[in-house]
């Protein structure tokens, strides 16, 4: 199992669904080109301004005759022009519309860029069916309401700060009660401009929805799927008031691995204080000692703890998760819910964890002298030395010449803590939404699980050629507590010992079984195997 993410492969069979298996909506309304031979349409040459004559457009055949894939856009903002430039590369017919598409000449150079036509409001309203609201709250009044009738309107609004109470109404909500003839539909909210027009970085991002109409649902979930992102149904137009706090929310998916990050760092500082400073001063040096290395010291010794914990807190809830599944039989019982979040706080954890192997790294080649970790280095030498004294006189010193050459341990210390942290960036790098979006399933699964499990083992011989003399010498509070370097491999080694038997092949291939499908039959039932 993978350490630091939720990326599933493609039949991963994990039985969650992200997305609803939305109907196709059948077009109600006519096409832009049968519109133009209607009659009582009337529009006049100068209507559209960006991409050139709507008539011309039409008769050429350049607009989309489906009538779905032909959107209006009711804003001309930085935001609805990069709603209307991603749908325009997604396939669709965007026309903006604007109370005075004359007014302002930059404007329409902009809307151009797009490859999106201008017009009036009126204009851009008769060619579609689905209408895009790009304005705020504030403006909903000023909209040519009447003209939206019969029409999916999608409202993209947000709030500037949190509302919330029985008697709030979400910005979709206060729409549909200016135009309930319409099917307004609650979506792209939590889509960034920047996100719109660099569609390749955050591609596979989740964009909620929320309407009382299912078809008029289906229609945009649609659109969001033209357009590159994965869409998540929320239900009823009601949800809009929680899809509405959604960008509000201050990191939500970083609070729970933030507070078990600090909450081991600060446990890890108080055995360290208690250790240096503490028993060190009662037992030895009569309070005088070691206070000054509470800032540096004290927070290196522990941030390097507290990472190689992290690190096997990535990796530990994976190993539960398999046990449990080898234990029930089956991969469709769902986990204890601490255990759910657990897995789905890999990610923050590897990334916290990675934060602090940088710090380490960068403050143990600052401090590291044959002074302080005299064990990774050569033996110094002795030499006498004359130091003159009073009234011409000389007395005789032996002074220590330090060898600023490692010693094969400190060599492989140093080597080891180079390679880990260079695979932990890897692990890292890997993560991130834009570089996971190009990998395939197995690059991924072999970066994140085996490259990861090495970085661990690797990571333990750094700290066990750091403390090779001390590793079995409890040096600590008084002779009985394990030192730092000790209790720092316990939830590591924890991890590798409960990884070794599902390593064993008949143990690994029944597990691979069970993630595959197979459930284990009941006593005098027949076997399954069941697709994933």
Known sequence: MDAWSTKRPPSSGTGQ?????????????????????????DQSPTDTYSNGNAHEKMANGKVNTDPNKVVAVLGSGDYGRALSGRLVRSGYEVFIGSRDPNKNLKIREMVASTGATLTTQDVALSHARVVIIAVGRDNYDALPLSQLVGKVVVDVSNNTKSKKGPHHRSNAEYLQGLTRDTEVVKSFNVLSAYALENGGLQGSKEVFLASDFPEAKSLVSQMVRDMGFTPVDWGALKAARDIEEVPLRLMPSWKKPVKVAFGVFLGLWIMSFIQFQICMNSQYYNWTWGWKHLGMQNFNRTIAICAIWTLALCYLPGLIAAYLQLWRGTKYSRFPAFLDDWLKMRKQLGLLMLGMAAIHACISVAVLTPQSTAWVYEDPKEIEVLVPGENGTTTTSVVKEYNFEFNWRGELFLTMGAVSTCLLTVLGISSLPSVTATLSWREFTFIQSKLGWVAMVVAVLHDIFLAWYYMFLYKGCYGYLPIG???????PMLCIILKIPLLIPPVDNHLQRIRGGYERPPRGGKKTEMIA
């Open 17 to 41: 669904v992200w997305s609803t298996n939305l109907a196709k909506v059948h077009p109600v309304l006519p096409t832009p080109a049968q519109s133009m031979n209607n009659p009582g349409f």
């Open 485 to 491: 370097p000790q209790y720092a491999l316990y939830l």
